[in-house]
């Protein structure tokens, strides 16, 4: 399966926006979906993963309130809606596939990686 990730932007603080990742190839609803993020200079972080069939989701503390993951497997598509966003959610942030929802929590890892989009929180 191959994530592609879109959606990302210049906003300014407080703004909401709403990410989206297409998933291509295998059979979609065969995996967790999960998103992550990586700022300039800091290591890749986790952010939230929703289960195979959506009933599960889970959130860092740092956004948990604030963003939330959904997804439409008839449509192969997963969403991250992100309200009152703050400048330390500047990032790139990337959607990965895998059939282990465990590897994302536990192993901050995935299977298979989207190319990243540029969210930029800013005034």
């Known amino acids: 399966v191959q994530p592609v990730e879109s959606g990302g932007k210049l906003v300014q603080p407080g703004a909401s926006l709403r990410l989206s990742c297409a998933a291509s190839?295998?059979?979609?609803?065969?995996?967790?979906i999960g998103w992550f993020r990586q700022a300039p200079g800091k290591e890749r972080e986790f952010v939230a993963a929703?289960?195979?069939?959506?009933?599960?989701?889970y959130y860092a503390d740092s956004v948990k309130g604030r963003f939330t993951i959904s997804r439409d497997n008839a449509k192969n598509m997963v969403y991250l809606q992100m309200i009152s966003l703050r400048p330390e959610d500047t990032a790139v942030y990337y959607c990965?596939?895998?059939?282990?929802?465990?590897?994302?929590?536990?192993?901050?890892?995935?299977?298979?990686w989207g190319q990243g989009t540029q969210v930029t929180v800013s005034s």
């Open positions: 990965a596939a895998d059939h282990s929802i465990a590897t994302m929590l536990n192993n901050n890892d995935s299977d298979y």
């Open positions: 929703i289960s195979r069939s959506g009933a599960n989701t």
């Open positions: 190839g295998d059979t979609f609803d065969d995996y967790a």
